[in-house]
């Protein structure tokens, strides 16, 4: 079974632009949730999604956005970039509605450098 | 809100020797304990997690861990390490019981890279 796969791998750039990463889960996975890492403040929550619905959403601006497609796809949106939100975005899949006991498995990540 | 401390963020260690990842945690609820795993360019991958009964818990590759609630501790041991375990640790925790997304949540330490050395 193929693993979660996000696109692009590398991203650059440049202040004020935006910015649309994409995020297919595992076949079956229902849950997709969105994380940033970056050396200064580790990995911090974004947001998850199930059946097409945002389900909790980190303390981020309203810069950064996502939605979910009917076939459990989700694309994370980020306007105006900054310098700052420089990172690596990291998109995890579990099986079914959001349940912390599940096993959220990672994909490669994109990394996202602003100019 | 939960929050996570791994005290080392970088532990060097010969090969074949044994080696501990300490990892505290802070939360006013019951939590759930996670370890992943980042090796370089690749995202996280799950070595272990605590959900309740024996506070030992095995994991893969050889790695296990014990939750100490009076201490609120979990840290990873592995008791001989290989050159293929270089890689960054990262202690997680979510909360137990919670009825809304927020239980769903992921809390991450900063993360111990560890090197294996030869």
């Known amino acids: 079974k193929a693993g979660v796969t996000q696109t692009p791998r590398y991203l650059i750039k440049t202040r004020g632009q935006q910015v649309t990463l994409s995020c297919s889960p595992i076949?079956?996975?229902?849950?997709v949730s969105w994380y940033q890492q970056t050396p200064g403040q580790g990995l911090q929550f974004l947001f998850e999604?199930?059946?097409?619905?945002?389900?909790n959403k980190g303390n981020f601006p309203g810069r950064f956005s996502g939605r979910q497609f009917s076939n459990s796809r989700s694309e994370m949106n980020v306007s105006t970039l900054e310098l700052g939100d420089s990172a690596l975005y990291l998109c995890?899949?579990?099986?079914?509605?959001?349940?912390?006991?599940?096993?959220?498995?990672f994909g490669p990540g994109t990394r996202l450098t602003v100019l | 809100a939960q929050s996570v401390t791994q005290l080392d963020s970088q532990v060097p260690v010969f090969e074949e020797a044994p080696v501990e990842l300490r990892c505290n945690y802070s939360?006013?609820?019951?939590?759930?304990l996670f370890w992943y795993v980042q090796y370089p360019n690749q995202g996280l991958q799950l070595l272990l997690k605590?959900?309740?009964?024996?506070?030992l818990v095995k994991g893969i590759n050889g790695f296990e861990a014990e939750f100490n609630k009076s201490q609120t501790s979990f840290h990873l041991r592995k008791p001989s390490v290989h050159i293929s375990d270089t890689a960054e640790y990262f202690c997680?925790?979510?909360?137990?019981?919670?009825?809304?997304?927020?239980?769903?949540?992921?809390?991450f330490g900063s993360g111990t890279q560890l090197t294996v050395l030869p």
């Open positions: 995890a899949s579990s099986l079914g509605f959001p349940n912390p006991t599940d096993t959220q498995y």
């Open positions: 076949s079956g996975h229902r849950s």
């Open positions: 999604y199930f059946s097409e619905t945002q389900r």
């Open positions: 939360s006013s609820v019951s939590v759930y």
């Open positions: 605590y959900l309740s009964g024996s506070t």
């Open positions: 997680a925790v979510s909360a137990v019981g919670i009825s809304s997304g927020s239980a769903r949540q992921l809390t």
